[in-house]
């Protein structure tokens, strides 16, 4: 469970962490029989992971995993395009796996050494952003809405108008700062696809977005389930992961697909070019992929698993649970973000940059 005291943002949390994992570089290691180091540096998102992975993988193998935390994926990203100072597993969303590989930087995966990928659900396993699973396997899918605390808002927000159109519930809400999914998010409410954000489109969500910003009190970094259990909004955009972690601590709070849908994305367990330990990071990949393990971490992360053997250990809290598995008719008009290109990633920069100095 995240820890509501801690007195860093994710952002912040993540630059310290990665630097402490990466410190123990020079450290003497053993090597074991695949004749790699028995280490390897794990560079996943905060909170997403279970309670006892890494240590049970640590007995199981005599691995130890250094796990450092990023706070989006343009973080991620940003990092490995300046050269891998010794990542050997990360966890980028769906349309990061299409530009991470386009971008030279990621290994393709080696399906011999994975056979839990016959765990995973069929739908999973043959994807638009990586056909046949080369580079990729699948760690969660998960879905943006919007989170909120019941006895400061007047009904259910079941619209983005709520957010990011209306005066109503001025200073008290909170705002992705991911650029683009913000974009395809406003690119939904106005009636577009979230894969075809024209021009057009483009302009008419950032006029929106500049239009709203007055009642925005914060731009959170992957941290707005924190914000919204604190009480300092009262109206956030979030995965349903993330808000189903707090709702567990807090029943005044919930979540809700708006009904023009969402942008949907699928985190993905991925081995960075330049790997150091690439036979350890196959070794892990296969072992999150076991079912009791899955299963372990599903019920910690409190995000939708991709993993049919998993789910079908977990509880029917799990399964039947609205927040982690929306339903109905807005999550039928969502949609999986595709990667557009190099030039719609820098129109996305440059209209981000408008609103946030306005």
Not at 37 to 45: D, I, K, P, T, V
Not at 78 to 104: K, M
Not at 167 to 192: F, M, N, V
Request: hydrophobic letters at 40%; aromatic letters at 8%; glycine letters at 8%.
């Amino acid at each position: 469970m995240p820890d509501l005291s801690r007195p860093i943002s994710r952002r912040g949390f993540g630059g310290i962490t990665a630097a402490l994992a990466l410190a123990g570089c020079s450290r003497q290691w053993p090597t074991g029989p695949n004749g790699e180091e028995q280490r390897l540096n794990f560079y996943n998102w905060d909170t997403y992971i279970g309670e006892s992975t890494l240590a049970d993988f640590q007995a199981a193998t005599g691995v130890e995993v250094r796990m450092s935390h990023y706070a989006n994926n343009d973080e991620l990203f940003a990092r490995l395009r300046a050269g891998n100072p010794g990542f050997d597993l990360i966890v980028p969303s769906n349309e990061f796996v299409t530009r991470l590989q386009i971008s030279g930087l990621l290994s393709p995966l080696d399906h011999a050494r994975i056979p839990n990928k016959a765990n995973l659900a069929p739908e999973f396993m043959n994807v638009g952003y990586d056909p046949g699973r080369r580079w990729s396997m699948p760690y969660t899918w998960l879905a943006l809405g919007i989170g909120y605390r019941k006895s400061r808002v007047d009904g259910v927000p079941d619209s983005w108008k709520w957010v990011l159109d209306s005066p109503r519930y001025s200073g008290r809400i909170g705002l992705l700062a991911e650029g683009d999914d913000l974009i395809r998010l406003g690119a939904k409410y106005l009636g577009h696809s979230v894969n075809a954000v024209t021009p057009a489109v483009m302009e008419a969500v950032t006029r929106l977005l500049i239009a709203q910003k007055p009642h925005v009190k914060l731009f959170h970094h992957d941290e707005g389930q924190d914000l919204l259990a604190a009480g300092e909004i009262d109206l956030v955009v979030e995965y349903n992961g993330d808000i189903a972690q707090v709702i567990a601590e807090d029943d005044d709070l919930a979540f809700v697909v708006p009904r023009e849908g969402t942008l949907m994305n699928s985190d993905c367990l991925c081995i960075p070019a330049g790997a150091p330990r690439p036979d350890n990071a196959h070794r892990f990949i296969n072992y999150l992929l076991g079912a009791k393990v899955g299963a372990g971490i599903a019920s910690t992360i409190r995000y939708p698993t991709p993993n049919a053997a998993a789910l079908a250990r977990m509880p029917d809290e799990y399964r039947r649970n609205p927040v982690i598995f929306p339903a109905g008719p807005a999550m039928a008009n969502s949609e999986y973000g595709r990667f557009q290109s190099i030039g719609h990633i820098r129109a996305v920069e440059e209209a981000i940059t408008r609103v946030m100095a306005a």
